[in-house]
């Protein structure tokens, strides 16, 4: 496996792994301004993506990199590839392309009390990265909490 900079020709995998999340996310795959969200990124360089020895993406993750807060905006990992270290590989790639000193990293994921918590494993994945637990924000687009989490880089 190897993190490289998503192109153009990973878009439909974008999309593919979209599909496989949509149950916790609520719609992308249609959803006119995901498409724009995963075309912007891929244009300004921000948009990676794990590949193995095929054409199907094992992650993809969406981050913007402004100072002073930089923001973690989507990372999927496909199913047959999780817990094998796809996601960390993703953020180790992302926090040493992106952020080149000191500040915080955000990202906003599952409320505690929603079901995609447990099952999908994003609070506990965040912890282990060192993410800790910050303010809840608005619920996501099929209604289910979110919350922040914060990384304090120094």
């Known amino acids: 496996m190897f993190v ?6 990973d878009f439909d995998g974008f999309l593919g792994l979209a599909a496989q999340v949509e149950c916790w996310f609520g719609p992308m795959v249609e959803d006119r301004g995901f498409h724009e969200a995963v075309r912007r990124h ?9 590949v193995a020895s095929g054409p199907d993406l094992l992650g993809g993750l969406l981050f913007t990199a402004k100072a002073p807060t930089h923001h973690v905006h ?5 199913e047959q590839s999780r817990g094998k270290g796809v996601g960390r590989a993703l953020m180790t790639a992302a926090m040493r392309r992106f952020v080149p000193g000191e500040g915080p990293v955000e990202v906003v994921t599952f409320g505690a009390d929603h079901p995609g918590a447990s099952v999908s494993g994003a609070r506990a994945f965040y ?5 800790t637990a910050a303010e809840a924000v608005e619920p996501g687009p099929e209604g289910g909490s979110r919350q922040v989490f914060r990384l304090t880089v120094v």
């Open 42 to 50: 891929i244009r300004r360089s921000t948009a990676i993506v794990a």
């Open 74 to 78: 989507w990372l999927v990992v496909a």
């Open 4 to 9: 490289r900079r998503a192109g153009e020709q």
């Open 127 to 131: 912890e282990r990265l060192g993410f």
